[in-house]
């Protein structure tokens, strides 16, 4: 079991440019989640998928930001014309079925993404 | 709306000695709470939850935690740490209502181990 894959793990972007961060979840994980942290504001969620489909994305920015999970096997994070605000690590994780228990979640390592 | 505070931002212990770590939340409805372990440059380790039953919980690597809904909290304790318990702890909750599993995590606090 190699847990939660997240590529890159540091991404350097110009301003104004676009950043996608990968995610690959745990084989048999229905619930995927991304969050973010930087030193300011801390751990923040961003968004929640359950069997692929988007179910809370109260936490994602209203504009610049987009994630999708085309399969059952990988989820994305884009971020349309990065700002220097971006700037965090941005870590996905994944659980069992939330309905039938409380798993806990598994993170992975993170992305560090700098915007210049 | 759910939050969580952590209000110790470091933490200095010796090696061997023992460490509790303060979380205190205010939510509610009835909630699951969960402590994770951030080394530097990693991601969240799970230690340890508590949604029912029992108030005292153990964890990985001799860890427990014990919640007490009179005093909305779930403190973080170690009998004994070790060198490698140098890290960033987070205390989260999430609500067990609703559809959204997202985690509410508190500020973290910083535990470095001295010998």
């Known amino acids: 079991n190699a847990g939660v894959i997240q590529t890159p793990r540091h991404k350097v972007t110009g301003k104004g440019q676009e950043a996608t961060l990968w995610c690959e979840p745990i084989?048999?994980?229905?619930?995927v989640f991304w969050y973010r942290q930087t030193i300011v504001q801390g751990l923040e969620f961003l968004t929640y998928?359950?069997?692929?489909?988007?179910?809370?994305d109260s936490g994602m920015p209203k504009e610049r930001f987009s994630a999708q999970m085309p399969n059952q096997s990988h989820s994305t994070l884009k971020i349309q014309s990065t700002q220097p605000q971006d700037s965090a690590v941005y870590l996905c994780?994944?659980?069992?079925?939330?309905?039938?228990?409380?798993?806990?979640?598994?993170f992975g390592p993170g992305t560090r993404l700098t915007v210049l | 709306t759910q939050t969580v505070s952590q209000s110790d931002a470091h933490v200095t212990v010796f090696e061997g000695d023992s460490v509790e770590l303060r979380c205190n939340y205010s939510?509610?409805?009835?909630?699951?709470l969960s402590w994770y372990i951030q080394h530097h440059g990693r991601g969240l380790q799970f230690l340890l939850k508590?949604?029912?039953?029992?108030?005292v919980v153990q964890g990985v690597n001799g860890f427990e935690a014990e919640f007490s809904k009179s005093d909305s909290s779930f403190h973080l304790r170690k009998a004994s740490v070790h060198w490698s318990d140098s890290a960033v702890y987070f205390c989260?909750?999430?609500?067990?209502?609703?559809?959204?599993?997202?985690?509410?995590f508190g500020e973290g606090t910083q535990v470095t181990v001295i010998s």
């Open positions: 994780a994944s659980s069992l079925d939330l309905q039938n228990n409380y798993a806990e979640q598994f």
């Open positions: 084989s048999g994980h229905s619930a």
């Open positions: 998928f359950r069997n692929q489909a988007p179910i809370d």
């Open positions: 939510y509610g409805g009835s909630i699951y």
């Open positions: 508590y949604y029912s039953g029992n108030p």
């Open positions: 989260a909750v999430r609500s067990t209502g609703g559809l959204s599993g997202k985690l509410t």
